[in-house]
């Protein structure tokens, strides 16, 4: 296939993925995603049809772009978008967490004093003690 190295490597950025959260979303290793997007032609490796559909879905970029060779590809916006290092989508993928933990202990907080002040009814503190239950599990 030609370009798909290109391509892959296009369509996970703009999905703004890591080449270890693309593989952890397909279940993969990340050394399988480096050898798909590998530039020298000897190194690479292209993967199985079923796994591009999955990497399709995973990115919102219809699988039959990757696998048409004469689909359009434009490599100068890989070019443009070339400053997104694996290392810059690591720590914007971080930082997006950390905001999302932040929020989450805010309402925490907000829940606790509800249910200190008296603002909470029982059957609330008991459903959000069992969500908290449930939740320990998934994790």
Avoid: C, H
């Amino acid at each position: 296939m030609k370009n798909f190295w290109q391509k892959v490597r296009a369509a996970r950025v703009a999905a703004g993925l890591t080449q270890a959260q693309l593989a952890e979303k397909l279940g993969i290793s990340r050394t399988s995603v480096i050898m798909w997007e590998q530039q020298e032609e000897s190194k690479r490796s292209v993967p199985r049809k079923p796994t591009i559909q999955m990497v399709s879905q995973i990115t919102g970029v219809p699988a039959d772009w990757f696998l048409d060779d004469d689909a359009e590809f434009n490599p100068a916006w890989l070019k443009s978008n070339a400053e997104y290092s694996d290392e810059d989508l690591e720590r914007i993928a971080k930082y997006e967490r950390k905001e999302e933990l932040l929020e989450a202990k805010e309402s925490l907080m907000d829940l606790y004093d509800m249910a200190t002040e008296g603002k909470m009814s029982k059957e609330s503190a008991q459903l959000i003690t069992l969500l908290s239950k449930i939740l320990k599990k998934v994790e």
